[in-house]
């Protein structure tokens, strides 16, 4: 059974910083990430990592803020979040294929078959 379960949201003031956390299980994933969703926007990718080499690829809007990091051996996935802003306030989804997803489509919602349900950040 497929499950990625998300963790570590929390509230916290704007330069802040948070370390998300998502447990895969079920399957060998080739190609991990974060996306989040915003109240009454559309669901945006933040960052994906490979397994097998290739990437990282980082969103513009969180280059040199986030880091996405994996522990194969653990199965975790995880997102490291730093200089946190109010934009940054959003549902955050752990995103996983079992095909490798390759740039230009590291950051479309339709290249990730397996999704968690959320774990919410909340920036002021």
């Known amino acids: 059974d497929v499950q990625l379960v998300e963790s570590g949201g929390d509230s916290v003031e704007a330069g802040g910083s948070l370390r998300l956390s998502c447990a895969t299980s079920?399957?060998?994933?080739?190609?991990v990430g974060w996306f989040r969703q915003a109240p009454g926007k559309e669901r945006e990718g933040v960052a994906t990592?490979?397994?097998?080499?290739?990437?990282?690829y980082y969103a513009d809007s969180v280059k040199g803020r986030f880091t996405i990091s994996q522990d194969n051996a653990e199965n975790m996935v995880y997102l490291h979040m730093s200089s946190l802003k109010s934009e940054d306030t959003a549902m955050y989804y752990c995103?996983?294929?079992?095909?490798?997803?390759?740039?230009?489509?590291?950051?479309?919602?339709?290249?990730?078959?397996?999704w968690g349900r959320g774990t919410q950040v909340t920036v002021s």
């Open positions: 990592i490979n397994k097998r080499g290739g990437g990282p």
């Open positions: 995103a996983a294929s079992s095909i490798l997803v390759h740039s230009p489509n590291v950051f479309r919602v339709a290249s990730f078959k397996y």
């Open positions: 079920g399957w060998p994933f080739l190609t």
